[in-house]
């Protein structure tokens, strides 16, 4: 196990950031944060998670990378952010290179049921990468809880979602991400494929999908090639090797007595978040979470 000294919070790039951009988008500018609604997502956890950062790294991994909630939190200068659903990582992409033109697209959405499922039913192969991307903006914030799931033929199949007046274009918060993205690698693979690259002192951040607590769970049902048990021991031998190469590594997932047994050599401890899309209403209330690091932290919540 990697045995830095006492943690605190990754010094920012933010600051250097606002510092090198016009004064009218400063004017409009704040600390980045997801900009997508994700289930599942770390936005809620965040201020436990920097409490668990390294005090510093090289490079950072991000291999299940969903809204992004721990990058945009950490902000760190050197980032690769990947992520197995393609259309995901090309929404990141055009956030990061095309903004302009996706807010330029993203005017034309109107929220009423009968177009989201016109919108829905798109073949995004068909559509060039900025009408993906507002495609699957308009999608995420006016589906059911900000669902992604996908059926075997990797179609998105979740309902419209029935909200008022949903934000379906958020310029500002689209483009604090825009100069957050700035210079940072994005990749659409497997995170087997990623994994292989970490050096001593990266610091990788694991969100996989959450091995289920009991019976169906929708986060195994994240892309068309389902998330399976197989996979999460893979994970957890990816991560033994991460720790032989002496990269810093920390780990999100479920409290369950297999996460449990395959992170058992490692810091293991546990949080309170809640799970929003559970059709168990205790669970909405809060559920148990694991975070698992590979070198010590001090006491979080």
Not at 115 to 121: K, L, Q
Request: charged share 25%; glycine share 6%; with cysteine.
């Amino acid at each position: 196990m990697r045995m830095p000294g006492r943690l605190t919070n990754t010094t920012l790039a933010w600051a250097g950031l606002q510092a090198s951009i016009s004064e009218e988008s400063a004017r409009v500018l704040r600390k980045p944060k997801p900009f997508l609604k994700w289930a599942g997502g770390k936005q809620q956890l965040v201020h436990v998670l920097r409490t668990f950062y390294p005090s510093s790294f090289n490079r950072y991994y991000e291999p299940f990378l969903g809204g992004g909630a721990a990058f945009f939190d950490l902000q760190p200068r050197d980032a690769m952010l990947s992520d197995a659903n393609e259309e995901l990582v090309n929404c990141f992409v055009v956030v990061r290179d095309k903004l302009d033109l996706l807010l330029e697209d993203l005017k034309k959405h109107r929220n009423t049921p009968q177009y989201y499922y016109e919108i829905r039913a798109q073949d995004p192969s068909e559509l060039d990468t900025v009408a993906r991307a507002s495609r699957f903006v308009f999608l995420n914030r006016t589906c059911y809880n900000g669902l992604y799931r996908v059926n075997r033929g990797g179609q998105f199949n979740v309902p419209y979602g029935d909200y008022k007046n949903p934000v379906t274009r958020p310029a500002n918060t689209l483009r604090s991400a825009h100069y957050a993205l700035k210079g940072v690698e994005l990749k659409a693979c497997d995170f087997r494929e990623v994994l292989a690259a970490p050096h001593a002192h990266d610091f990788v951040y694991l969100d996989p999908p959450y091995v289920p607590i009991g019976g169906y769970s929708d986060f195994r049902r994240y892309h068309k090639d389902f998330f399976s048990l197989d996979d999460h021991r893979d994970l957890a031998a990816l991560v033994r090797e991460l720790d032989s190469r002496g990269c810093y590594v920390m780990l999100s997932n479920s409290d369950t007595e297999l996460n449990r047994s395959l992170y058992k050599e490692f810091h293991v401890r546990t949080t309170r978040a809640k799970r929003l899309i559970s059709c168990d209403v205790n669970s909405r209330a809060g559920v148990t979470e694991l975070i698992v690091t590979n070198y010590e932290t001090h006491d979080a919540v």
